[in-house]
């Protein structure tokens, strides 16, 4: 690994004022080339621009894929990352499904490992805030020829993330619009699935509505993920959420949701879950919470869910009683280095 440091680092502590998620980069970048078939040595510099020709074939035919996770840091400044290990993996299954080169390893673990460590003063320490980690994939080569790219480059960026107060949001589920096809790239992370939902997600906020529910773009009838989110419910005491398949993402957050549930002693059933179940639960007043799951805000609780042109106002549960916040708090507290970690999720990184 080639490392060349700022000379200067653009570092101090107004930087953590910043309310904007993704927005104030850190020192550095990771910088890999991929070209004639194999990948450069793998280059960390003082992050800025890069250049680009507007053929790069990217623009046009949108080979670009990424991936997001946070580094945490405790009380005694230990830095610590939430399982890299199935970040790597699912970038390499959006690359193969987007016919992009696989990213070694080396490059992709031991690159983060390494740019984490000299950009370490960047990783806040309050609770709820974090270093964003954004891996990326796009397609270099010039030419406007429609076909799988040759060249690309990966990147490792590092912005702040602030935390927020998290109001309850609510959803639209989706009768028309859909995010993901049968035999699609819905499992992938690729910046099209981004793009074809910037405009259902607007017609959604002119009804008064923050996010949508996405459902099967057959039927509509099963409900998918919520924005950019897994989506889980809770009918009477159980919990419920729709298996992993070509359409659902195979969220890091969802998995470990799951598994809290399950040792916590929740009932959980992983299996289709229709919307006219969700309606009928709520009419019995057995439909408690609805949330999504997801890096970026962990779990987001929405309290108004839109069936049609039905605004379905969720009963607010004390705070003790809720399965989100419950979920939410046992994996924050993990990720934070505040309790112990059974499923050795946490990795440390070494100075
Ligand atoms: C990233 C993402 C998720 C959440 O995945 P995490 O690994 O939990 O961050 C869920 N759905 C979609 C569509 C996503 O892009």
Known sequence: MIIKKVAESKFNDSVFDTKAFGSEFSDHMLIAHYKDGKWSEPEIRPYGPISLTPAAMSFHYGQTIFEGMKAYKNENDEVFIFRPEKNFERFNLSASRLNMPEV?????????????????????KNYGTSLYIRPVMFATEETVSARAANEYIFAILLAYAPSYYEKPLSVKIADFYSRAAQGGVGFAKCGGNYAASFFPAAEVQKEGYDQIIWTDSISHKYIEEAGTMNVMVRIGNKLLTAPTSERILNGVTRDSVLTLAKDAGYDVEIRPVEVQELYDAYKSGELKEVFGCGTAVVITQYNAIGFGDERAQLADLPEEESFALSLKKKLKDIQYGLVEDPYQWRVKIEK
């Open 104 to 124: 070694p390893k080396e490059i992709f673990i031991d690159g983060l490992k390494t740019i984490v460590d000299i950009d370490r003063q960047w990783v806040p």
